[in-house]
């Protein structure tokens, strides 16, 4: 579980079904780029996400439940 990470991203205005675009390991939304502006995705509703900790998205603090675990380990 993630605490008090700010995700950023880019979205597309259009009403139809949502295509989530979600980067690898290293890497940024940025990634995605021309998919958000490609003409044949007209008529969906594209997302593409920073991952937390990524590109313009907020560091990763693990929950206390995530410590807890931790140290019980």
């Given at each position: 579980?993630?605490?008090?990470?700010?995700?950023?991203?880019?979205?597309?205005?259009?009403?139809?079904?949502?295509?989530?675009?979600?980067?690898?390991?290293?890497?940024?939304r940025?990634?995605?780029?021309?998919?958000?502006?490609?003409?044949r995705?007209d008529?969906?509703?594209?997302?593409?996400v920073?991952?937390?900790?990524?590109?313009e998205s907020?560091?990763v603090?693990?929950?206390?439940?995530?410590?807890?675990?931790?140290?019980?380990?």
């Amino acid at each position: 579980m993630l605490t008090n990470a700010s995700v950023a991203g880019w979205e597309t205005d259009d009403p139809g079904p949502t295509i989530l675009f979600v980067h690898g390991s290293p890497g940024s939304r940025e990634a995605w780029t021309s998919y958000l502006t490609e003409p044949r995705l007209d008529g969906y509703h594209r997302i593409a996400v920073d991952r937390p900790g990524f590109g313009e998205s907020g560091p990763v603090e693990p929950s206390i439940q995530d410590r807890k675990s931790t140290r019980l380990n």
